[in-house]
């Protein structure tokens, strides 16, 4: 049981580059998230999924798109990449109303 | 909208002194509370959570925190800290209905020296 895995682990972009953010849980949970960390800002939704066939955006979806491939799979995509969207990338999931499991993080730094 | 706020961007203490961080939310209606820990290096994890009942929760390492429904807020608390303990913790809330996604606070940074 791996719970939450995300893939790459570190990734240098140049502007304008594209490259999709990979997660998938084992957990069998129904809804999949997708955040970033920035420093003082704390965690900022970007997309979610409350259920498979299901994405709704967060607080920060510009520049991002998103698909939830199946049950386990919700991938994030960077059309173009841009300088401000360095920064630390989390996936969790959960079952309903319950605790929200974390990924490791994807470090992302785009020059 | 919803929003979190958390009183302390960096609290500093020595090993064996109390701490209490603060967190306040602004929703209203019911929420699930958490307070999620990050040591450096590491993703989040849970340290406790409070659904319903008893407002005084206990989590992982000695962490407590309490749910005061007419303040909006949900402490965390520690009467004596370790030098382990440095990490940044987050408090969260999460409306209890469906199709809703945490909110967190931005972070309180703790330091503690040994």
């Known amino acids: 049981n791996a719970g939450v895995t995300q893939t790459p682990k570190f990734q240098v972009l140049k502007t304008g580059q594209s490259m999709t953010l990979q997660c998938a849980q084992d957990?069998?949970?129904?809804?999949m998230y997708w955040y970033r960390q920035d420093p003082g800002m704390g965690l900022r939704l970007i997309y979610y999924?409350?259920?498979?066939?299901?994405?709704d955006k967060g607080e920060v979806p510009n520049g991002y798109n998103v698909s939830r491939l199946n049950k386990r799979e919700f991938s994030l995509r960077l059309e173009s990449a841009a300088p401000s969207q360095t920064s630390v990338y989390f996936c969790?999931?959960?079952?309903?109303?319950?605790?929200?499991?974390f990924g490791p993080g994807t470090r992302l730094l785009v020059l | 909208a919803q929003s979190v706020s958390q009183h302390n961007h960096h609290v500093i203490l020595s090993e064996a002194a109390s701490l209490e961080l603060g967190c306040n939310y602004s929703?209203?209606?019911?929420?699930?509370l958490f307070w999620y820990v990050q040591y450096p290096g590491q993703h989040l994890q849970l340290l406790l959570k409070?659904?319903?009942?008893?407002?005084l929760v206990k989590g992982i390492k000695g962490f407590e925190a309490e749910f005061i429904k007419s303040k909006f807020s949900f402490n965390l608390r520690k009467p004596s800290v370790q030098w382990s303990d440095t990490a940044e913790y987050f408090c969260?809330?999460?409306?209890?209905?469906?199709?809703?996604?945490?909110?967190f606070g931005k972070g309180t940074t703790l330091s503690v020296s040994s």
């Open positions: 999924s409350a259920s498979e066939g299901t994405t």
């Open positions: 969790a999931s959960t079952w309903g109303q319950e605790t929200q499991y």
């Open positions: 969260a809330v999460k409306p209890n209905q469906a199709g809703t996604a945490l909110i």
């Open positions: 929703y209203g209606g019911t929420v699930n």
């Open positions: 957990m069998n949970h129904n809804s």
């Open positions: 409070y659904f319903s009942g008893d407002p």
